[in-house]
C-alpha cells in the first residue's frame, strides 16, 4: 500500500511541475486550439449534451480556463480544477479580465474535493490519460456527477502528438500519461457506471469527411486527434 501511494506521490508532483512549466506556452495557444484548432467542436458538442439549465458544470483539467469562461459566458454555472497552480492563475486572470465569477481551484481529478452528486455535466478533456490510474477517475468523476448526469470525455488518437509525453516508458522511465486508444477509454467507462450516448471523432488535419467516411469505425479511430464522448451516469 505505501509503495504505491509513493507512486501516485511523485505522478502527482512531476504533473505539477511539467504542467506549471508548460502553462505559459498552452495560454499562448489555446485561443486558438479552442475556436480553430483541434478543440473547436468541443464546446459545440457539450451544448448538444448539457443545457445551461441542467445544473453546474465541472471543467475537470481546465488548463488555463478558457472554455469554462466561454462556457460561463454562455449562461453555464462553471467550476474548474486542473492539477497545475499555473494553470490555476491563468484561468482566474482569464476570468477577471472577462468579468466572470467562476471558482477555480488546484486539485487532482483523481480525487476531487467535492461531494457525491455535484454536477450536472462535466467536461474532461485530454486530461484522463494523464492521471496514474485512469480507472480510478473515470470512478471519481461519475461519483461527482449527479444521478443522470453527463460526462463529455475527450481521449488522445493515435496521431496525436501528446502522446509522446508516454515514449520515455520505453526506457523504463517514469511518465505523466497512461497512454490509451479511446476504445479503452469507451469500454472502461462503460464498465464503471456510464451509459453511452453519442460519440464524434475529431480527425488529423488533412483527414477529410469524405476519406474518413470510407473507413471502417476501426480505421477511423486510427487517423483520429482525439475522440469526444459522451456518458451519461448509470444508477444512483
Known amino acids: 500500500m505505501k509503495r504505491g501511494s509513493q507512486i501516485v506521490n511523485q505522478w502527482h508532483e512531476k504533473s505539477v511541475t511539467h504542467w506549471d512549466q508548460f502553462a505559459a506556452d498552452w495560454h499562448a495557444n489555446s485561443d486558438h486550439m479552442w475556436e480553430k484548432g483541434s478543440r473547436r467542436t468541443i464546446l459545440p458538442f457539450l451544448q448538444r449534451q448539457v443545457s445551461e439549465a441542467d445544473g453546474p458544470v465541472l471543467d475537470a483539467g481546465c ?20 492539477i497545475a497552480g499555473e494553470m490555476i492563475r491563468l484561468a482566474n486572470d482569464r476570468a ?28 474532461a478533456i485530454n486530461v484522463v490519460e494523464f492521471t496514474s490510474s485512469p480507472l480510478k477517475t473515470i470512478r471519481e468523476l461519475r461519483r461527482v456527477l449527479l444521478p443522470g448526469g453527463t460526462l463529455v470525455l475527450g481521449i488522445l488518437g493515435p496521431t496525436a502528438g501528446p502522446r509522446a509525453h508516454s515514449y520515455r516508458r520505453l ?32 480527425y488529423k488535419e488533412g483527414v477529410t469527411p469524405d476519406i474518413a467516411g470510407r473507413l471502417s469505425v476501426e480505421l477511423r479511430e486510427a487517423v483520429s486527434f482525439l475522440t469526444l464522448f459522451a456518458f451519461r451516469k448509470s444508477g444512483s
Do not use: H
Open 171 to 202: 526506457y523504463d522511465e517514469e511518465t505523466i500519461q497512461n497512454t490509451m486508444m479511446p476504445w479503452e477509454a469507451k469500454k472502461l467507462a462503460t464498465e464503471n457506471g456510464f451509459i453511452l450516448l453519442d460519440e464524434e471523432p475529431v
Open 96 to 123: 477577471t479580465k472577462d468579468g466572470l465569477s467562476i471558482r477555480f481551484q488546484t486539485g487532482d481529478i483523481s480525487q476531487l474535493p467535492f461531494g457525491d452528486d455535484t454536477f450536472a455535466g462535466m467536461l
Open 63 to 82: 488548463g488555463d480556463g478558457y472554455a469554462s469562461c466561454k462556457l460561463a459566458s454562455l449562461g453555464y454555472a462553471v467550476e474548474g480544477i486542473d
